[in-house]
């Protein structure tokens, strides 16, 4: 059973950059059967997709790709998350989760962390 773990700091300050990882178990990040995502849920609005890493590349919405980029740590088994110069507009739930390119759809989900962009 594929399980994710968000890790994040909570609050962060206007113009700085925002850390997240994800910590898989179950399956390898390296298995050539998912693609890896993060996603948002700002308050009192709907889902918001930021982006997914595969084994050749990582993709990213439009209006997020500016400031934000995915890496991952193949000995720990974990993606992260930066999205640099932050403003209030980014504080949300962020969820990690997993794609299996057979359905394209995001299958495994973290239980969310919640981060708020704040003075």
């Known amino acids: 059973q594929v399980q994710l773990q968000e890790l994040g700091p909570g609050l962060v300050k206007p113009s700085q950059t925002l850390s997240l990882t994800c910590t898989i178990s179950?399956?390898?990040?390296?298995?050539?059967?998912?693609?890896w995502s993060w996603i948002r849920q700002p308050p009192g609005k709907g889902l918001e997709w930021i982006g997914y890493m595969t084994n050749s590349g990582t993709y990213f919405s439009p209006s997020l790709q500016r400031r934000a980029s995915i890496s991952r740590d193949t000995s720990k088994n974990q993606f992260t998350l930066q999205l640099s110069s932050v403003t209030p507009e980014d504080t949300a739930v962020y969820f990690c989760c997993q794609i299996p390119i057979a359905t394209l759809s995001f299958e495994s989900w973290g239980q969310g962390t919640q981060i708020t962009v704040s003075a």
């Open positions: 179950g399956v390898s990040i390296t298995a050539s059967s998912y693609y």
